[in-house]
């Protein structure tokens, strides 16, 4: 069951402000399966946005390259794991 997102979003913040890379895994998976959505809150943006780039930074500093060079790797990989719709089958 989905909580209220004012509750949501204070959970994401302490899993962003943790420090624990998984936790802010974990934000920036829940949270971009709305990237582009009609429907995604400005807040909601903010959030993600703020977890990816947490995350990009972990991810420059261990692979040795430029945050913008890591951030752009999270989201081709983020994009390119999306779960495709399984086409129908006619009977």
Do not use: C
């Given at each position: 069951?989905?909580?209220?997102?004012?509750?949501?979003?204070?959970?994401?913040e302490a899993k962003i402000n943790s420090g624990d890379p998984i936790a802010i895994a974990e934000v920036?998976?829940?949270?971009h399966r709305n990237v582009g959505q009609?429907?995604?809150s400005f807040s909601e943006r903010q959030i993600y946005e703020s977890a990816r780039d947490r995350l990009a930074y972990e991810v420059a500093a261990v692979e040795k390259t430029d945050?913008?060079?890591?951030t752009e790797k999270l989201e081709t990989l983020l994009t390119s794991s999306r779960p495709?719709?399984?086409?129908?089958?006619?009977a």
């Amino acid at each position: 069951k989905r909580t209220m997102w004012s509750r949501r979003a204070q959970e994401y913040e302490a899993k962003i402000n943790s420090g624990d890379p998984i936790a802010i895994a974990e934000v920036v998976r829940d949270l971009h399966r709305n990237v582009g959505q009609p429907d995604q809150s400005f807040s909601e943006r903010q959030i993600y946005e703020s977890a990816r780039d947490r995350l990009a930074y972990e991810v420059a500093a261990v692979e040795k390259t430029d945050i913008e060079a890591a951030t752009e790797k999270l989201e081709t990989l983020l994009t390119s794991s999306r779960p495709k719709a399984e086409p129908t089958k006619a009977a």
